[in-house]
């Protein structure tokens, strides 16, 4: 289940990391986040958490065939701010 708030969605999950997500938490991610659509194209190539933390600009602008408008905002808003509060959290275990 996932809730939106003050334009963050938050995954309920127990809290489980991104990292461990499957193509359907990704999808379900996004269409709460208001990209319906563009959350069957994540599905549709198979991206789970792990690939979507691996994910770079250019994948989300041009390696999912989505519009520019809402690939930018998915990048920006949501994959960079995964990554870099995923990548956080690791380095505080070392």
């Given at each position: 289940?996932?809730?939106?708030q003050?334009?963050?969605?938050?995954?309920e999950?127990?809290g489980?990391?991104?990292?461990?997500?499957?193509?359907a938490?990704?999808?379900?991610?996004?269409t709460t986040?208001?990209f319906p659509?563009?959350?069957?194209a994540?599905r549709?190539?198979?991206?789970?958490?792990?690939?979507?933390l691996?994910?770079q600009?250019n994948?989300?602008?041009?390696?999912l065939?989505?519009?520019?408008?809402?690939?930018l905002?998915i990048?920006e808003r949501?994959?960079?701010?995964l990554?870099?509060?995923?990548?956080q959290?690791?380095?505080?275990?070392?």
């Open positions: 289940t996932q809730t939106k003050g334009g963050f969605v938050k995954l999950t127990g489980m990391s991104p990292v461990d997500w499957t193509v938490d990704v999808a379900s991610y996004f986040a208001g659509e563009q959350a069957l994540f549709t190539q198979e991206i789970d958490g792990k690939s979507l691996l994910m600009r994948d989300v602008l041009t390696g065939s989505i519009r520019l408008g809402p690939a905002k990048y949501h994959v960079k701010v990554q870099r509060t995923h990548f959290d690791d380095e505080a275990f070392c």
